[in-house]
């Protein structure tokens, strides 16, 4: 088994018998609005996968771990000629990447539920699903003949590693993401000192999120991947220059690594795209010329910005009717709390705002079910959101969704008090359509009542077995400083000496001390 780094999240794995192309991202134009690019550029290795794909005497397929533009590029997916391969992705409650898939014409889709196992020539895959509607991504595990790959791309569920670990035990190569890819901190309002004390706080829990995933899996090579993008357009390119945020590159990380990890046993490598490893020897037999390190970090970049300054001045955007807009801004978030069945439990409003507007703007009443005009803000509490005009026009003309918009990074946020409300990112990221599953999903982990008892700092607590977020089981976590109780999916912290609360919000897992026998 041969793996080839295809960039970001993107691998092309071959044998003797079949190709497997995963996340291939490489069309020039960017995702998320064209937002987000890859880094290094990788648009040359396009021509390397059709090529895999368009050749006779091997099973052909494509893997697809969720509908994110950075891994389903459908771009680069209608280009492909040759359609003799298949589609392999999660079988998901929404199924827009299904039906996104289904027009392309391809010899076959297969749509795998939670663990399910499909053979494919020399050996089988295996998919891991996290459903959670905020969240919606699957991981692969990839066993041919005696080697095996495992890939989390960016999915969250990393709970599931114990039990990955527990049915193959040995495995050869992992890969998952190791950077953020979220607007928080990013585009929140927070003094310098303020957001680099988040950023920074966020990086390393995503940093020993992942350290606690390689440890238990014990894998021979660990190579770091999904992101982080680059950001080209002039507006938020800022951010690639950042002395911290949540978009360590790859090195930051392996050195992290290098002073975390213990055993000798498991070793780390800082791919680039095109870089390809024999699975049998455990060994690069193609190296990348162009490598990128801290040294030569800002020349490359710059130079990739300086590549798409004319496409950016070409794309400016300037909407029409901004009056409009506000209009059909102000009937879809009616629309969307109708949907909202949970939105009483949110007694602060929301206004949304846009910035070539900014002396009318929307008020979303949540304990009302109301969305007003305004132009003040009056409460003391409250959640703000600006965004260009022309983005959420773009949004509106169902040109890109919601979640697409989230990731633009082009939206400036508030919120005071300055805890996170899982209720109103879903109300802002998800369509429409999506928000009554959402609250379904939700109530579903409420009403989980197990229970599991742990040990920290020398004594013994009964918690909730669920994180109170997506449901990450808490079996699995871990404790720091004899007193937090950590999720090993989004790094949740929970304080035992103060009841099992969150340490960032008002959620809880209860936590009760028992007396030691």
Not at 317 to 337: F, M, P, T, W, Y
Request: proline share 3%; net charge neutral; charged share 30%.
């Amino acid at each position: 088994m041969e793996i080839t780094y295809l960039g970001h999240a993107g691998f092309f794995v071959e044998t003797s018998e079949m190709v497997l192309v995963m996340d291939s991202w490489l069309s020039k134009h960017g995702a998320f609005d064209s937002s987000w690019f890859q880094f290094p550029c990788n648009h040359h290795l396009a021509a390397l996968v059709k090529e895999k794909l368009s050749e006779n005497g091997k099973d052909k397929f494509i893997y697809i771990s969720h509908e994110h533009k950075d891994h389903f590029d459908i771009e680069f997916l209608n280009s492909i000629t040759n359609k003799d391969f298949t589609f392999i992705i999660g079988d998901f409650r929404r199924e827009v990447l299904k039906n996104r898939l289904s027009t392309i014409g391809a010899k076959n889709l297969i749509a795998c539920k939670d663990r399910e196992i499909i053979k494919i020539p020399g050996g089988f895959a295996q998919l891991f699903l996290d459903d959670s509607e905020l969240n919606r991504d699957s991981a692969i595990y990839l066993s041919l003949g005696n080697k095996n790959f495992l890939n989390f791309n960016d999915c969250r569920k990393l709970d599931e590693v114990h039990y990955i670990k527990s049915q193959y035990n040995k495995i050869d190569v992992f890969t998952c993401q190791f950077s953020g890819a979220t607007w928080h901190p990013t585009c929140y309002e927070y003094s310098k000192e303020e957001y680099d004390r988040i950023s920074r706080r966020k990086m390393i829990g995503k940093f020993e999120t992942v350290a606690k995933a390689i440890e238990t899996l014990s894998p021979k090579l660990y190579l770091p991947s999904a992101g982080p993008p680059r950001f080209l357009d002039p507006v938020i390119e800022h951010l690639n220059f950042e002395e911290n945020n949540i978009f360590p590159l790859s090195y930051k990380f392996l050195s992290y690594l290098d002073k975390r990890i213990k055993s000798d046993n498991i070793n780390f490598f800082d791919i680039m795209p095109g870089d390809t490893l024999d699975s049998r020897t455990m060994k690069f037999i193609n190296l990348s010329n162009d490598r990128i390190n801290k040294k030569n970090y800002e020349e490359h970049i710059s130079a990739y910005i300086n590549k798409y300054r004319n496409f950016f001045s070409e794309r400016r955007h300037n909407a029409d009717n901004v009056e409009a807009i506000l209009g059909k801004l102000r009937c879809e978030l009616q629309s969307k709390l109708d949907k909202l069945s949970l939105s009483n439990r949110i007694s602060a409003p929301l206004y949304f705002i846009l910035f070539d507007k900014p002396d009318k703007f929307i008020k979303v009443n949540f304990w009302g079910g109301s969305v007003t005009y305004a132009s003040q803000i009056h409460e003391q509490n409250h959640y703000i959101i600006k965004a260009p005009s022309w983005e959420i026009e773009r949004v509106l003309n169902r040109l890109i969704t919601w979640d697409d918009f989230s990731l633009t990074f082009r939206m400036r946020l508030t919120r005071k008090p300055d805890i996170y409300q899982k209720i109103i990112e879903a109300f802002l990221v998800l369509e429409a359509e999506d928000l009554n599953e959402f609250c379904k999903k939700l109530l579903e982990i409420e009403s989980k009542q197990q229970r599991i008892t742990i040990d920290a700092g020398g004594c013994k607590y009964s918690i909730n077995k669920f994180c109170p977020h997506e449901g990450g089981d808490l079996t699995y976590a871990w404790i720091e400083d004899g007193r937090f109780v950590v999720c090993p999916r989004h790094s949740w912290k929970f304080d035992l000496y103060n009841d099992g609360k969150c340490t960032l919000n008002d959620e809880s897992i209860h936590a009760i001390a028992l007396e030691n026998e």
